[in-house]
């Protein structure tokens, strides 16, 4: 909730935290772990009107500042898809479309309210099924590369490589 918090009050449009920090947690309750350390804390927004990697930085030094335990790598959506060569996003859900792997493609927020407001661009079903699958927005390499690289098949023992999933195509909207 902190990180969740530290977040928030950078007031940035479409803003989320995403990824591992999800994933990791919900693989680790399903496994019956305690929460697993993060190499870094994923933030993503979309902001096409300043997508300069210099307020990137700035945005992480400003996170560092406010909890200096954490690793935090911030990402503008807006602009990286020109990283991957892919057609403009049109919004932070949008690029997570084109993430490795589906049950990656996840990201929450606090909402006005306090509450926690999640999005996922390939649903949540078989992240808590304990699925693996690939993105088919990327190329087969790419993700057999971060499974190699990341061990998650060695952490996290109970979860099977899929290249089908059976999650719904469209994106989905939690609360």
């Known amino acids: 909730m902190r990180a969740l918090r530290c977040v928030q009050a950078l007031n940035l449009p479409q803003c989320y935290i995403a990824a591992g920090f999800i994933r990791n ?4 309750a399903l496994h019956k772990y ?23 930085q700035y945005l ?7 909890m200096p335990e954490m690793t935090w790598q911030v990402r503008n959506q807006a602009r990286m898809h020109e990283k991957h060569q892919d057609p403009p996003y049109a919004s ?14 996840i990201a929450v927020r606090l909402d006005m309210n306090q509450r926690c407001e999640v999005i996922a661009a390939f ?5 808590f099924e304990l699925k693996l699958s690939h993105n088919p927005a ?27 999933c059976s999650v719904a195509a469209k994106p989905i909207h939690h609360e």
């Open 34 to 56: 305690a929460p697993s350390a993060l190499n870094d804390i994923d933030v993503v927004f979309y902001d096409p009107e300043e997508t300069s990697r210099e307020r990137e």
């Open 138 to 164: 990327r190329p087969w390499h790419v993700f057999q590369q971060r499974l190699d690289d990341k061990q998650w098949l060695t952490h996290w023992p109970k979860l099977t490589v899929t290249t089908q």
């Open 25 to 28: 947690l919900v693989w680790d």
């Open 92 to 105: 932070t859900l949008d690029a997570m479309r084109f993430w490795p792997e589906k049950e990656t493609a």
């Open 123 to 127: 649903g949540v079903q078989s992240l």
């Open 60 to 66: 992480e030094q400003l996170l560092q500042k406010t």
